[in-house]
């Protein structure tokens, strides 16, 4: 008789089938699309994937759960022909199947969203959508009408017109999803696809996975999210390690059972599920020295190119200890502002203060000297060297430190970024690893160590600090940012999760169309108020609040 579900060690899949004796017939099972067996995979020293053995039928979402560097990526690339199994089979459709290169893994009908983009900056959209698709004269025209359609069909707006590089990176991301639908794949392979995505876009995008899926198509989705699995999952494996350690017939069932194989401990309730709001901040004693804001915005305004207003009249004050959260739809102004906030770019009007020092036109290195940390959405662009080691990338802003004369003390630098790695759980085989070679996740838990513990903090900027990351990390990142708030570093917070922002920050702010379109304590927030604000909607309440004496 079928089992409704199963947890346990992973020495191959269970396939929730057991023996019901004599007179009892099994339920015929479909035939897998994909079939894993016994898959393992060495990157020198490092054993990514050890015996890793697993099965997607037509017709499900199949959920892959692990911790950063667990080996989640190594599985799909292998899938999609990045990389070649050093031992083990793979069957598609029944027969043996073994990508040479990802274009041979797309004639096969396997399309993949990665982790990181594949976009060529300087195309539009559109450009980026054909590369590849077709043969001849391009017929743009045409091109922009199916790229209406898929909008219509599943909910995911894009400019065709619009240059890749002009785009958000939750942009980029959807750019990236749109180019596999329209190959109308029969597996689907998204590794992390909704870690940039807001939470309407999720929703749809989570629709489009079980649309797909209700076609006979195989979907694999890698997430840390515990919602999207109870949402569509049909099956789901945990990787440790790079073996399986755990999988479910009903995952909706097994949330808890999951998480502990994955992290191999329970969650500390409330910061894990992030779902307690977090404590007042509590009013300096009478009597106690007045200390300047940690950060004061005052009339930020951001033109771009065009003359188009990005970011408008922005102001804001963020106090010592104080944790204020940014939520808004990708594309209204929040990039804009920590590109100003981060030394990247300068506004066009207005000017900003840390700790009452002026810092509107003050550089990158000058930021950093004057206290401020700052965690940019784009890791690989903006904070990180991939070419250089980990231990260099954790040090980089503090490598003076290490000058003995005229040369770097490497040594000691190894040591004091080995034990950075031990507090912020950074996962690698030593410090000397090139920081290319590190997963998404453990690169963003490098980049926190280094900004948190900057010498002399006093301000934080986090932009989607926990992008990438397992719910295991997620509750060790937020826990080093409290613990920074409660040290008095005022905090700015810019994350597409508003349940972490709401349950993290003592206030929230939204912005549209580069203007704050409502603002209000985290502690009893009404959720469908700002709903409301994220999509530019303010009622009468709102209107006589912002007038009010």
Sequence with gaps: MRERHAIG?????????????????????????????????????????QDVSLALHPGEVHCLLGENGAGKSTLCNLVFGVHAADAGEMTLAGEAFRPRSPADALSHGIAMVHQHFSLVPDMTVLDNLLLGQVRGVLDRKAGAARIAAMRERYGLALDPHAKVQDLSVGERQRVEIVKCLVREPRLLVLDEPTAVLLPQEIEALLSVCTRVAQQGCGVVLVTHKLAEIQRVARRATVLRGGRVVARSDAPAQDIDALVRAMIQRDLQAPAASVQAPRASRMAPPPGSPTREAAL??????????????????????????????????????????????????????????VCGEEMTRATPRQLSAAGCGVVPEDRHALACVTGMNVAENIMLDRLDRFRRFGLLDRAAMRREALDLMQRYDVRAASPDVLFGGLSGGNQQKAVLARELTLEGLRFLLAAQPTRGLDVGAVEAVYGHIRAAADRGVGVLLISSELDELLSVADRVLVLYRGRVMGACPTAGADRARIGAWMAGHRDKEDVAEEVAP
Excluded: C, W
Excluded at 299 to 313: F, H, P
Excluded at 317 to 324: R, S
């Design 9 to 49: 060690p992973g020495d191959g899949l269970h396939d929730g089938i057991s023996d019901g004796g004599p007179g009892l017939a099994a339920a015929p099972v479909a035939a897998p699309l994909l079939k894993l067996e016994g898959l393992s995979k060495r990157f020198g020293a490092l054993q990514a994937l």
């Design 296 to 353: 004061l915005a005052d009339g930020l305004t951001v033109r771009d190119a065009d003359g188009v207003v990005r970011l408008d009249n922005f102001t804001l004050l963020v106090e010592p200890g104080e944790i204020v959260a940014i939520a808004g739809v990708e594309g209204n102004g929040q990039s804009e502002l920590g590109a100003v906030l981060s030394g990247m770019l300068r506004p066009t009007e207005g000017r900003y203060f």
